[in-house]
């Protein structure tokens, strides 16, 4: 698949990706995020942002029972759905699938966009929401592996400002 030249501009030189082959890898999250741009028409590219997250029960210490993991996995599917809502952008989902790829949950976006400088913020907006999503949906009560143990301190710090941790 041959890359778009104004996909290739605009995430060269965006600061959240790198290329890698013919994706374009999410640097400002710590699931594996990726994107990928072909031409659509002469006025727009293609682009498809699919987010690799562990599922709940690769991420605990503790067993998860698979009514748990089940009723987890609708409810991240169901939120992820209001996804374009996090975009500044009205962007359209051309497609929106999530999928469970043995420890993973596997979520990808499509869309298409005119303006190629702008696409790389789309496509960010929509990779961090996949982990902001994930992270709201974090079950207490357990003990978590890496990357969600680390997250979850990161995301409890007391830096001073007040409020309360995540």
């Not at 999250?29 to 690799?52: L, M």
């Not at 499509?110 to 992270?135: C, H, Q, S």
């Not at 592996?145 to 990161?154: G, H, K, N, T």
């Amino acid at each position: 698949m041959s890359v778009p030249d104004s996909a290739e501009r605009a995430f060269g030189v965006h600061d959240a990706f790198e290329r890698d082959g013919d994706a374009f890898v999410v640097t400002t999250t710590a699931f594996d995020g990726r994107v990928t741009a072909s031409e659509a028409s002469d006025w727009a590219n293609r682009y498809t942002v699919t987010v690799r997250a562990p599922m709940l029960s690769a991420v605990t210490v503790e067993e998860v029972g698979p009514d748990l993991e089940s009723g987890w996995f609708d409810t991240f599917e169901r939120r992820l759905e209001d996804a374009p809502g996090a975009v500044r952008d009205r962007v359209e989902l051309a497609a929106f699938d999530l999928q469970q790829d043995g420890s993973d949950a596997v979520v990808t976006f499509g869309f298409e966009w005119g303006n190629a400088d702008r696409a790389p913020d789309i496509a960010k907006a929509l990779a961090e929401y996949v982990e902001g999503t994930y992270m709201e949906g974090i079950v207490p009560g357990f003990d978590y592996r890496e990357p969600v143990d680390s997250m979850l301190s990161a995301g409890s710090l007391d830096d001073g400002a007040g409020g309360t941790p995540l």
